[in-house]
């Protein structure tokens, strides 16, 4: 049973087509892109670029990957103390390269649970709890700092400085009440009150959600970064509702990973608050590039031999499921 459980936590769909749709969708969409502006004119754009912010973005999108790695490590720890920040950020990075690279019927997310239970001795309901509050808590942050960033667009700085202090101390005070509570939290019908008494998400809210704020900052001035290095000028309050939507179409299960989704909705933002057709593909493409660049490195600290494990192991599940 727990094998099953574990194979359904792995994977993205019984049906290999919807791999095969998705790939397309994500194809299609690319294609577009490049289509849309030609190749040429990308190349000239890619080539008259200047290198340092380029770089420096890179650099900045892999320490912030480090950082989110770190912050999942925090989660394990706080079930399983002996697990260790190197192997929690090396086993985020293996995820980072299922998600952006193999076009496998499970994401990286899968793959995180599934080492977290069999090689880091959690169990199976914890493993998976860690991924899904590390996700909210990074996408909480990233909600609020797109908020944040479309309140500057239209309103005064005076105002945006008191709704972010009233935020945070609201965080603050419900991180505070979460643990004392529990025990109330915990008597709530339905699993909604398992899940809200569970510590996970109080150490989430204390210690793994700044850690977010601060990753989808570095992201933000990454992009910033890719902008301006291209040649385009754009307030950073939109960079910020830039990330917020691009970030959140990703999501959306139609192409593999994000990808083409991600590059699509970035590109026609930056278009529709200025930027020409082609910088604003040459900078999605670029940020895609990026973290397919990130995915690979994940790549590079995932021995062959641990592929054709997970693989062996992933095929076990599917013959006990049949039987």
């Known amino acids: 049973m727990k094998l099953v459980c574990l194979r359904k936590t792995l994977s993205l769909g019984r049906r290999p087509w919807t791999v095969i749709v998705r790939a397309v969708v994500s194809i299609l969409l690319l294609g577009f892109m490049v289509w849309r502006v030609s190749p040429g004119r990308l190349l000239s754009l890619w080539r008259d670029a200047e290198p340092v912010p380029l770089v420096g973005a890179f650099l900045l999108l892999l320490m912030a990957q480090v950082l989110s790695g770190y912050k999942w490590g925090l989660l394990l ?104 509570y529990s025990s109330s939290i915990r008597a709530l019908p339905g699993p909604a009150g398992q899940l809200l008494a569970d510590r996970t998400l109080a150490v989430s809210l204390r210690q793994a959600l700044p850690l977010s704020f601060v990753f989808h900052c570095v992201a933000i001035l990454a992009l910033g970064l890719i902008i301006r290095g291209v040649g385009l000028h754009l307030p950073w309050a939109y960079i910020a509702v830039a990330e917020l939507v691009s970030e959140t179409a990703s999501v959306v299960p139609l192409s ?28 999605a493409l670029a940020y895609g590039l990026t973290f397919a660049a990130l995915g690979l490195l994940g790549g590079l600290v995932l021995p062959l031999r641990e592929v054709a494990l997970m693989r062996g192991s992933l095929t076990k599940m599917k013959a006990e499921e049949t039987l």
């Open 77 to 180: 720890r706080t079930y399983q103390p002996t697990v260790g920040s190197v192997r929690a950020i090396r086993t985020y990075f293996v995820g980072m390269f299922f998600n952006t690279v193999l076009p496998w019927s499970y994401a990286g997310d899968g793959v995180r649970s599934y080492v977290a239970t069999t090689e880091m001795g959690l169990p199976l309901r914890l493993s998976i709890a860690t991924v899904v509050i590390d996700r909210l808590s990074g996408y909480l942050a990233l909600l609020l700092l797109g908020l944040l960033g479309l309140g500057f667009l239209y309103w005064p700085l005076p105002a945006m400085i008191a709704l972010a202090a009233v935020g945070a101390a609201g965080l603050i005070l419900v991180a505070s009440l979460l643990p004392r």
């Open 256 to 283: 593999l990973g994000g990808i083409g989704v991600r590059e699509f909705s970035l590109a026609t933002l930056l278009t529709a608050h200025g930027a020409s057709p082609e910088g604003a593909t040459a900078v």
